[in-house]
């Protein structure tokens, strides 16, 4: 018993005694400086590295494959570098203070502010008077700003980005590289005092939401959060919205988009994001819905909501960057931002429902109550199928086109600043051409799959969307895709006059489909074809780079088996390719088996191929077990050459 109550006592005490050096190590972050030395172990000076030179940034990492990197993470990082400059260029600017960025004309820009209240306008433009004698404050790249930005990386693996940041982006007073392994963290420092960058980028070992949380004082928030995760990152942004400052910028990265994208995993998508997600060809854009969506909920319990800057869906991920602001009175708007998406089974038509209705009232006031609705039929008016129900999500604009046209002619005017400025300008392009106050997209495809009829040209259905007078433009997440303010009821009107001259053969429709339905019905719009000049838009017209090249591009960041790791990504995957037997030789062994089989036609007399046969003209052995019937029709020889022994018989598909 007494034995008993001492080991209880020393556990007791052994896990106080954890418990306080794990408290003391958050309590303060930062104490591991880049001239101190690390807590963690220190990589062994035997360990053989290799070197990854992204932009001016030199990565070293183990060779053992220890750590990933993903060379279609650089388009990611380009762009957060431009859009925080833009930032910087905006929060210093509204301080007196000018950016100076390497390869830009030495041009002032005027700094705008992106903030909706008034009372923010007001106090950032305080300080921007700046006496007649007195010289502006300049902020460059590479430099301590006192008053500058202070920059979070919250997941950071190797102190890549952060390292980036510090070498591209301009008015920065700290960037912080978190890391909560010892061992991520020996390396961060390692590759921070490899590029030179130990005055601006400090490393730090803490769990990162406990970071987060420890900064909530309006003192200690930061300016800027990057939050780049692996999977999900979900379990972070309570703490994300809170360490933000008043109009701090919040980079998002969602690498789970299987979840929001495809129904297949709906009862996921709720659990993590608050939505339900459907199975619509315009999954990409509900995708940062979703996020957007869930990012507002998150700031909306602690009376904050956020303003989109810019959101992109590049193909396996989506990268949000918006700003918080802090105001009781517009958070009650939040909900008059949040829609439901009822999309009909049959044919893909959807209607949006608004989760709140805000009005304005005869003393000026907004007033918020309940929205009315459904805002169709229990049965789709066009096919007579049942609606499923999606969301909800962000039903507001996605971007702010002043601020990404600001970021658009920065990166066109220094073109030499990032490696991938060609798809930045692609992409920014597409995104300022886009319908800002129009929901989600059809697509080309959608429409003709469900007619069972010729898909018109992306042209033509654009021209005939404006010659009826309606707005249309693309969408930069998905190359098909078609943005329009018409309602579903004009474009199957104009997909009816497109199968008027390419007509389908109604006889092979049920009369249960949704072509037969749609189809069914009289036009009543007569749809112009005829080609116009601004359907085209300026972007496809220039061949800008405006997706990405899936076959060029390394997607997973797992680099391959150990025998690889060091060797050129083209030669790796042809290493990985055709990993299947060759086709001749595959069918030299298909001709061979089949040589074993005797020809029935043979013994009955009847086969007029001879040797040409592919089956065997031998006499029947006992322990052929199986036979097969020669073909009817004349085959034309094998140009394979077939094995050792083996007579060229007719070609084997």
């Known amino acids: 018993m007494v034995l008993s109550l001492t080991l209880h006592t020393a556990c007791s005490l052994c896990r106080a005694s954890f418990i306080e050096g794990q408290l003391q190590k958050l309590t303060n972050p930062f104490s591991m400086e880049n001239d101190t030395v690390p807590c963690g172990e220190k990589l062994p000076p035997e360990a053989k590295e290799t070197t990854v030179t992204d932009g001016a940034a030199t990565i070293a990492f183990p060779s053992a494959n220890e750590d990933s990197y993903n060379l279609v993470r650089e388009f990611s990082q380009d762009l957060t570098c431009a859009v925080i400059t833009e930032f910087a260029r905006i929060w210093l600017g509204a301080k007196g203070i000018q950016i100076k960025v390497p390869g830009e004309k030495d041009v002032q820009k005027v700094a705008m502010d992106l903030s909706e209240q008034e009372e923010d306008k007001a106090e950032l433009k305080e300080g921007a008077n700046v006496a007649p004698g007195d010289q502006p404050q300049t902020a460059a790249v590479g430099e301590i700003c006192k008053k500058g930005l202070r920059v979070l990386e919250a997941l950071a693996t190797s102190g890549l980005r952060a390292i980036r940041f510090a070498q591209k982006v ?29 005055h601006l980028v400090r490393p730090s070992q803490a769990d990162v939401q406990m970071l987060m949380y420890q900064h909530q004082r309006v003192s200690e ?179 702010d086109l002043d601020f990404v046209g600001r970021v658009l002619e920065t990166v066109s005017a220094n073109p030499g600043c990032f490696h991938t400025s060609k798809l930045m300008q692609g992409v920014l392009s597409v995104v300022t051409e886009e319908l800002p106050d129009v929901p989600l997209y059809y697509t080309v495809e959608q429409l003709g799959r469900t007619l069972h009829c010729i898909i018109p040209s992306l042209l033509q259905l654009r021209s005939a969307l404006l010659h009826a007078g309606f707005r249309v433009s693309f969408s930069h997440a998905y190359r098909n895709s078609m943005k329009t303010d018409a309602p579903a009821s004009v474009l199957w009107d104009i997909m009816r006059c497109w199968e008027k001259e390419h007509p389908v053969k109604r006889e092979r429709l049920s009369e249960t ?137 007719p070609s084997i598909d």
Not at 170 to 190: E, M, T, W, Y
Not at 274 to 296: F, P, T, W, Y
Not at 347 to 374: I, M, N, Y
């Open 221 to 399: 928030q930061f300016e800027v959060i990057d939050l780049d995760p692996c999977g999900t990152p979900a379990p972070f942004l309570d703490a994300a919205v809170q360490a933000v400052c008043q109009g701090g910028l919040l980079c998002v990265t969602y690498r789970d988009m299987a979840k929001p994208k495809r129904n297949n995993s709906r009862e996921t998508c709720y659990s993590k994001y608050g939505a339900m997600a459907l199975k619509s060809q315009a999954c990409h854009e509900m995708a940062l819905r979703i996020v957007l969506h869930n990012l507002d909920l998150h700031a909306n319990c602690y009376q904050r909501f956020v303003v989109p800057l810019l959101s992109i869906s590049n193909d396996f991920y989506v990268r949000v960057f918006v700003r918080v602001f802090t105001d009781r009175a517009k958070v009650k708007a939040s909900a008059s931002k949040q829609a439901l998406v009822f999309e009909c089974v049959g044919c893909g038509t959807f209607h949006l429902q608004r989760l709140g209705k805000a009005s304005g009232a005869a003393d000026g006031l907004v007033e918020f109550s309940a929205a009315c609705g459904p805002p169709m039929a229990p049965e789709c008016e066009h096919c007579g199928q049942q609606h499923q129900l999606g969301g909800p999500l962000w039903a507001e604009p996605i971007h």
């Open 513 to 649: 489909s949704p072509a037969f339905r749609i189809l069914s019905v009289k036009p009543r719009l007569q749809a112009n074809f005829t080609i116009r000049d601004d359907a085209n838009p300026s972007s496809r017209q220039q061949r800008l780079k405006r997706f990405h090249c899936i076959q060029q591009v390394q997607w997973s960041s797992w680099p391959g088996p150990r025998s690889m790791v060091g060797e050129p990504m083209e030669t790796r995957s042809r290493k990985l390719q055709n990993k299947q037997e060759d086709l001749a030789e595959r069918l030299a062994q298909r001709a061979a088996q089949l040589k074993r089989l005797p020809c029935k036609r043979f013994k009955k007399g009847t086969c007029r191929w001879g040797d040409l046969c592919c089956y065997s003209h031998r006499s029947p052995t006992p322990t052929a077990t199986a036979e097969a019937p020669c073909t009817d029709g004349p085959q034309t020889p094998n140009q394979n050459t077939p094995g050792p022994g083996v007579t060229a018989g």
């Open 170 to 198: 301009p008015g920065l007073q700290f960037v912080v590289a978190n890391n909560a392994s010892a061992k991520a963290v020996d390396r961060i420092r390692h590759n921070v005092q490899l590029n030179k960058v130990a």
